[in-house]
């Protein structure tokens, strides 16, 4: 089984919180890493290690506050990896936090439900 993956927020970059006891995967806080490649791809290969041999259920909690464009391109990889469990017939939800009036948030979650194959839950905070 993979090791926990813990990162600390910083003031630009997100918390990232992958809890292999749960399956509970968080990411929280605001995404505007100054080169989003090398803040993100370490994550998106640990989650390509994680769906080779997933847990039985997966929860992934979305809290982001803001990010910029290029943070988006790599959160919809990261989720897009999550899809490959699913296809597998694995157990895979999505819950996507917003603070309530955000409409930008709210509608970057609803514009990735609608093209990702994932079952999401929107969630005001």
């Known amino acids: 089984m993979a090791e926990s993956l813990r ?9 990232i919180d992958f809890d292999m006891e749960t399956g509970v995967f968080k990411v929280t806080g605001r995404a505007l ?13 640990w989650v390509q290690d994680y769906v080779e ?12 506050d803001y990010f910029n464009s290029a943070a988006t391109r790599y959160i919809f990889n990261l989720l897009m990896c999550f899809e490959d469990i699913v296809d597998d017939g694995g157990d895979v939800k999505v819950v996507w936090f917003y603070k309530e009036g955000d ?21 005001t905070l």
């Open 103 to 123: 409409d930008m948030i709210e509608s970057k979650g609803e514009e990735l439900s609608s093209i990702l194959e994932l079952p999401f839950e929107m969630k």
């Open 7 to 15: 990162i600390e927020a910083t003031e630009d970059t997100p918390l």
């Open 33 to 45: 890493p100054e080169d989003a490649h090398e803040f993100f791809k370490p994550i998106e290969e």
């Open 53 to 64: 041999s997933p847990l039985e259920t997966t929860t992934v909690e979305m809290r982001i």
